[in-house]
């Protein structure tokens, strides 16, 4: 008996504690995956004077002929590629302020006379063009190597946006503090509008959205803009099951912030609730074990929309009108009835107020266990205190067999084991109470 | 009411090993029955003659516990992990197990496991009551709290003895009707998750996550108390083994069923139900039991095939082309060159020259451009390096007029400009 309490013991420990140090271990290598955006910015040199005179004497022979309003050529597909610029827009640009020169991104176009234009079309101009900015731009150009848009245009379609097509050429404008590294109030503002140049159907929603509204409505600067959500150079393609599993966290990145909530008197809550919830707990570990793999569990956006995401307490379209949720829930669970939306508790966490059988029922369950467990705990406890006792007072042979009759038994007997003493002398010795066991 | 899933108390080294037990069992059927207070004492064979083993659960019994207990502790792996998700610990077991959805499919297949085993149970209860009569040992009854007030008494040193325990002691009643109403509250909180739109149809949704908070909560009651009533009273306390080989010895009796012992040595065992009724019972007995088996089988195949719940693949959340261009943006046209002022009369110093310094000038300006320069009249007419360009009264064959003719000349005049110079050299390019 001994001997086999040491060795169940350690063995029950190893049983726990070896799955245990294995997770922890597991959690110890999560990968910091902090994508700090450096920003590339152009150091001015130390004889930036000189430079700056050099730089604008060869804009002014470039200007000579490209500031002429009318200055155009026709490309062989017939588009006509207006070859001028404005000198006011150029010097009002970031590049301007910077003082970059012409030939610092036309790099091949050299002196007059220009070798021919290699481009048939305006796009095929774009598409060579853009590739310079990675020349001071080298972090953000790798980033949009892996974004969406490249992706589209590997798959032939060159229309989708590089570079320029986001930012403008000569008359880019910041988008960022350069102290704070924040995104400009103004910047913020121009951002749909730049988007909805080619995702017009998608801008014309968000702004009928509580976010878009805000936005272009109000100059929010608490609301999302596009790229909170879909990021900035590498923006990636929102429709793979990878971005489904992972988009709870976009919109966490807001509404768990308390600071933001608290203006409009939203729970910072949602993602709690919704990690609670069968359906959140699903997606979570979705995210965690298999982020590619496709699950049929709902995500934020599945519930409450994508760019066209209404108030809950919208009069039209908001989820706080049963018929609403209930046919949101019936996307999913197509045989779902009236009351099948009550399962889903609207983010709140079980109160009596608002949803009194689930809490009755976690408060009945947290008094008794508690007591049930408790009880059992203190009956194990001063059996086990008892069996100590005892076999501190008697030999350890004998104390390995439990209860024992007491050796000064009245009933004289063979004084050999366990297995000849009879019950019922043990019956006679116990207290009078002991009787009655035959009911 | 006899019982299955018991701890109890082990047969020393020297009782029969697994293989060696299987004879007694055999003839269970035959002698004594597993039920109540049935155990007729049994010399155990082999070495150490004389002593003698009590027969506690028989094979169908001990196959029945260790079903329940592989149903139980998968379900309770597979569930915990579920309830705890966010825990380091789950998250390695869940994907030791293949991801959630499958720990899911783990988790079903061991309850419909349970399941039967709960039905099976019921039907061998109803054997036992009504066919083999015997007693509901299993039942709490007054004498066992009798009996924890006095083991209470034991421990606090106010009494010697602990007291004298029956078939069964209470903390194997406790531990029994433990087992029955957790299996009832977790099958019928698992039929609402499993079946949640089922469910809401005939009860308020509200049920469902009330459901899945029971549902947990029982599951960490019934863990913690095998942990801590069950390991502690059938294995750390003693090694009970009856439950894996059958039988206690005569010490364990003595130590954990001493009134069951002491009935069964005075000798009078339980009235036997004679062959006759047993027959006639068991003519009832067996339809009914078909009958009533057939139904919880209908009724576990209904619990599990009765709703596909949700749909498989859920649809996008928003389509439609993400490619729409608004209004199809047309090239800028480049904007006319802003019409310069007409000279007020065809001499290079009424306008000519003007028009010659604002559209030609950055070219060629002072030493411009292939050694042209339209600054000045004097410097206009004596041309470029290749020769005059402006050739008084012959726009027609006046080099400049030609070039900006044929067109693509980076700083290109109008035709209404080219007009003007046409004019004016056909008119004999006056200075004045």
Known sequence: MRVRLRLWLPGLLGLVAVPFLLAVAQAARAAPDAAALSRGRLSSSPDAGAAAAEVEGQNDACLACHNQTGLSTTLPSGETLSLYVSPEVFDSSVHGHEGLACASCHTTVGMYPHPPLQASTRRDLSLQLYTVCQDCHATEYALTQDSVHQRARDAGQPEAAVCTDCHGSHGIQPMTDPATGDLLAEARLRIPQTCARCHSTIYDKYLTSVHGSALIGQGNPDVPTCIDCHGVHNIEDPTTAAFRLKSPELCARCHTDPERMDKYGISTQVLQTYVADFHGTTVTLFEKLSPDAETNKPVCFDCHGVHDIARTDDPQRGLQIRENLLARCQRCHPTATANFPDAWLSHYIPSPAKTPLVYAVDVFYKLFIPATLGGMAVLVALDASWQVRKRVKRPPARAAEVSKPEPPAPTPREPQGPAASRPQDSAKEGSGSDEGQHA | ?432
């Open chain 2, 1 to 432: 009411m006899p019982e299955p899933l018991q701890p109890n108390r082990v047969v020393p080294p020297q009782s029969d090993g697994p293989g060696k037990a299987r004879p007694p069992a055999k003839r269970a059927p035959r002698k004594a029955r597993p039920e109540s207070r049935r155990h007729v004492p049994e010399v155990a064979r082999g070495h150490e003659a004389g002593e003698r083993t009590y027969k506690r659960f028989d094979l169908s019994q001990r196959i029945e516990h260790a079903v329940f207990l592989l149903s139980f502790t998968t379900l309770a792996l597979t569930g915990l992990i579920q309830k705890f998700a966010s825990a380091g610990v789950s998250e390695f077991v869940l994907r030791l197990l293949g991801g959630i959805e499958t720990t899911r499919i783990i988790h079903r297949t061991a309850a419909i496991l349970l399941m039967v085993v709960a039905i099976y149970h019921i039907i061998g209860l109803l054997y036992r009551l009504l066919v083999r009569r015997s007693r509901m040992s299993m039942l709490p009854v007054p004498e066992d709290f009798r009996h924890l007030w006095q083991d209470v008494l034991v421990y606090l040193g106010r009494r010697r003895r602990k007291a004298y325990y029956g078939r069964f002691s209470y903390a194997e009643k406790v531990e029994y009707l433990a087992v029955v109403w957790g299996t009832v509250i977790m099958a019928i909180t698992g039929f609402m998750m499993w079946n949640p739109i089922a469910t809401a149809r005939a009860l308020p949704g509200e049920i469902i996550p009330a459901a899945k908070v029971a549902h947990g909560w029982e599951a960490v009651l019934a863990v913690a108390a095998i942990l801590i009533w069950h390991f502690y009273n059938v294995h750390l306390r003693h090694f009970n083994r009856s439950m894996f080989n059958g039988r206690l010895s005569r010490a364990e009796m003595e130590h954990e069923h001493p009134a069951e012992l002491a009935e069964l040595d005075s000798g009078v065992p339980a009235p036997e139900p004679s062959a006759q009724d047993l027959r006639r019972r068991l003519r009832v007995f067996i339809p009914s039991a078909t009958l009533l088996t057939a139904a919880l089988g209908f009724g576990l195949i209904r619990f599990v095939t009765l709703e596909q719940t949700a749909i498989l693949t859920l649809p996008p959340a928003e389509v439609g082309p993400a490619f729409v261009p608004q209004t199809p943006t047309p090239a800028p046209t480049p904007s006319a060159a802003p019409a310069l002022p007409t000279p007020s009369a065809l001499t290079w110093n009424a306008g000519i020259g003007q028009l010659f310094a604002d559209r030609c000038g950055a070219c060629h300006g002072d030493g411009g451009m292939a050694g042209l320069t339209l600054i000045d009249y004097a410097s206009a007419l004596r041309g470029s390096d290749n020769g005059p360009v402006i050739v008084p009264g012959e726009p027609d064959t006046s080099p400049l007029v030609l070039r900006q003719a044929a067109g693509n000349h980076p700083g290109q005049l109008t035709p209404e400009e080219l007009e003007l110079v046409r004019q004016w050299i056909d008119g004999g390019a006056p200075e004045q």
